[in-house]
């Protein structure tokens, strides 16, 4: 049996893993370390993308080519999540701003669109 942290050969139990506390904890924090790095980097571009969504919207603009928003500095592939509509439209989300994809273009939602595409006609006339 090898330490995970510093490989030195171990006696004794089978399911120890690490020789000292002292190869415990590096082993934890570099683990950590590296995990927050991910998450930071994740969310910086989440944040560069949130932010993008609230410039168009600020400035009005309900849609644009894909292509146009990308060379803007949107990635499309990160977001945090997403949910479908009633017409099986797909409906992204960069935490609160919803848009959509309509082939090479992107829909920007707001609130009342996003509501619409997310409820069936019927609930508004009862
Ligand atoms: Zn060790």
Redesign the pocket.
């Known amino acids: 049996m090898f330490?995970?942290?510093?490989?030195?050969k171990?006696w004794g139990r089978s399911d120890k893993r690490?020789?000292?506390s002292?190869?415990r904890s590096?082993y934890h924090n570099r683990h950590r370390r590296e995990e927050m790095l991910t998450l930071r980097k994740l969310e910086a571009n989440l944040l560069r993308n949130f932010r993008l969504l609230r410039k168009v919207r600020k400035e009005g603009v309900s849609q644009m080519s894909r292509g146009a928003f990308e060379r803007m500095g949107f990635d499309f592939s990160f977001y945090t999540h997403s949910m479908q509509g009633v017409r099986n439209e797909q409906i992204f989300f960069c935490y609160d701003m919803p848009y959509m994809l309509e082939e090479d273009t992107v829909v920007f939602l707001t609130a009342m669109s996003l509501t619409a595409r997310l409820l069936p006609i019927e609930s508004f006339m009862r």
Do not use: L, Q, R, T
């Open positions: 330490c995970k942290e510093c490989g030195k171990m690490f020789c000292s002292d190869c590096a």
